[in-house]
């Protein structure tokens, strides 16, 4: 079953009704270029609405990755997804905080004090700013105009992130080139975020088989949170396919 994170969500209701609908993760934004930012107290509130966080639940640190895998992308991210599912099975929907090319003593601060599960990197940080995160990481990757599978697979570094985000759109509904993110999907889990929207996912999920997919402006209205097009959007994703066996883990 495909992953669903609903990104970018503002008030208290987004948060609940991307966890009544079933959704795994919440997005939350701290990125200065996004008109989806918010406080540190603000984003307090919106954790405390998905749950505990994972610190306070006894769950200090994240899940080791099998480090035997990480001079091979393909097995470093599955064993990433295998993280995740683990730390899943102990907290649903995982809260992701997004930063976009801020310093990670930044980073980390806030991610202390808002009581996130996890860190999402979407601006120009390299693959070893991840380690220098107090969280696990999804990284954006950026996908080069007319690029090749091979070109997007051959940036992927493993020992670094916990999960790769394949996102040409940076929250603006730009879709992926779905043939380009299906041929890296065939060889490495992935999330994948772009132009999706209620109507659109089932199709694109079938096509791409992403590990995850992440919806942020195709589940609003007039700029705000649609609470009927979140459960609408994890509905459909959910039920897309029976199974992405061989790409996800």
Same mark, same amino acid.
């Given at each position: 079953?495909t /992953?669903?994170? !609903?990104?970018?969500c503002m008030? *208290?209701?987004?948060?609940?009704?991307?966890?009544d609908?079933?959704?795994?993760?919440?997005?939350?934004?701290?990125?200065?270029?996004?008109?989806?930012?918010?406080?540190?107290?603000?984003?307090q509130?919106?954790?405390?609405?998905?749950g505990?966080?994972?610190?306070e639940?006894g =769950?200090s640190?994240?899940?080791?990755?099998?480090?035997?895998?990480?001079?091979?992308?393909?097995?470093?991210?599955?064993?990433g997804?295998?993280?995740?599912?683990?730390?899943?099975?102990r907290?649903?929907?995982l809260?992701?905080? #997004?930063?976009?090319?801020?310093?990670?003593?930044e #980073?980390n601060? *806030?991610?202390?004090?808002?009581?996130?599960d996890?860190? =999402?990197?979407?601006?120009?940080?390299?693959w070893?700013?991840?380690?220098?995160?107090n969280?696990?990481?999804i990284?954006?990757?950026?996908?080069?105009?007319?690029? =090749?599978?091979? =070109?997007?697979?051959?940036?992927?570094?493993?020992?670094?992130?916990?999960?790769c985000?394949?996102?040409?759109?940076c929250g603006?509904? #730009?879709?992926?080139?779905?043939?380009?993110?299906?041929?890296?999907?065939?060889?490495?889990?992935?999330?994948?975020?772009?132009?999706?929207?209620p109507e659109?996912?089932v199709? #694109? !999920?079938?096509?791409v /088989?992403?590990?995850a997919?992440?919806?942020?402006?195709g589940?609003?209205?007039?700029?705000?949170?649609?609470?009927?097009? *979140?459960r609408?959007?994890?509905?459909?994703?959910k039920g897309?396919?029976?199974?992405?066996?061989?790409?996800?883990a």
């Amino acid at each position: 079953m495909t /992953r669903v994170k !609903i990104c970018g969500c503002m008030r *208290i209701e987004d948060v609940l009704a991307a966890k009544d609908a079933g959704a795994d993760f919440v997005g939350l934004m701290f990125a200065p270029s996004s008109g989806r930012r918010i406080s540190i107290e603000e984003a307090q509130a919106l954790v405390e609405a998905a749950g505990s966080p994972l610190r306070e639940l006894g =769950q200090s640190e994240p899940p080791p990755l099998h480090h035997g895998a990480a001079n091979d992308a393909a097995a470093w991210f599955t064993e990433g997804a295998k993280a995740l599912e683990r730390l899943l099975a102990r907290k649903r929907p995982l809260t992701v905080g #997004v930063f976009e090319s801020q310093p990670m003593e930044e #980073v980390n601060e *806030i991610a202390d004090e808002a009581g996130l599960d996890l860190i =999402q990197l979407s601006g120009h940080e390299s693959w070893a700013d991840c380690l220098l995160a107090n969280r696990q990481v999804i990284k954006t990757v950026e996908l080069p105009p007319d690029g =090749q599978a091979e =070109q997007v697979l051959a940036a992927l570094e493993p020992g670094f992130a916990i999960a790769c985000l394949l996102d040409p759109s940076c929250g603006r509904g #730009v879709e992926t080139d779905p043939d380009l993110a299906a041929a890296v999907a065939a060889r490495v889990p992935v999330w994948l975020a772009g132009g999706l929207s209620p109507e659109n996912v089932v199709a #694109v !999920i079938r096509h791409v /088989r992403p590990w995850a997919v992440d919806v942020s402006s195709g589940v609003e209205t007039n700029g705000a949170k649609d609470l009927e097009k *979140i459960r609408a959007f994890v509905e459909a994703a959910k039920g897309a396919i029976s199974s992405t066996a061989g790409r996800s883990a």
